[in-house]
């Protein structure tokens, strides 16, 4: 008997094979890291492996001996499955800027617990910063370094009141991806007037003083640089 294709089984497999190249867009350019943390980047590669064994196993089936129309509530089920693949791939690649800062909570209240064994040796990173604010213990932790020089990497933020030199520094932490943002802020002073933009990046260099629930940095440079590769925190 004449085989023929199946609507059903062929829209099927267009729609895994879109999701297939879509993962694998995601692993070969990097991008993942604008929606998922180090933690969970592991769904990209196995997602991809995945969707491209289904979508060939489902267009390899595809010829039957009895064809059956394409109903359309299949249609509409296809289309939206479909749709989050054509917008990820068509809108322009953005990463969470100081706009979300009002929408998104604060690191310290976020009720993550993260590690603060680290603080007490060893290079200062964001990441430090941030599960110093967390915790107590991890606050006292990093009190014990107070005058030590750091460098930090982030974006710009002006909170409002605040004087011309001064400037937050900010970085988003995501445990899972993006959706579950929240950010760490450190206070820059003796940053060069008029100089940075909010949401420019920069890198800091200065000496450390936490000071109550708040840190602060007395800055000896601050200038510009790209956005990073990764411009997410993972706790």
Known sequence: M?????????????????WAAFFWFLLVSGRWSLYLSTRTYWVVPTGAVLMTIAAVGRLATARVIRPEPL?????WTLGVVA????VLMVLPPATLSGYAL???SSFAGSGVVVSTSDITSGTI????VAAAQSSKTGMAALRSRAGEQVTLEGFVWHEDGATADEILLTRYVVTCCVADATSAQV??????PGRFKPDDWVSVT???YPLGSEILVDASDVHSIPQP???YLTP
Do not use: H, Q, Y
Not at 2 to 18: D, E, F, N, Q
Not at 71 to 75: E, F, I, L, N, R
Not at 125 to 128: L, V, Y
């Open 2 to 18: 004449k085989l023929r294709w199946s609507p059903s089984r062929v829209a099927t497999g267009i729609v895994l094979s879109a």
């Open 71 to 75: 109903p359309s509530a299949t249609s």
């Open 83 to 86: 749709l989050p693949v054509v």
């Open 102 to 104: 009002g929408r998104r």
């Open 125 to 128: 990173s964001f990441i430090d």
């Open 187 to 192: 206070r820059v002073v003796n940053v060069p």
């Open 206 to 208: 200065g000496r450390i």
């Open 229 to 231: 590769e990764r411009p």
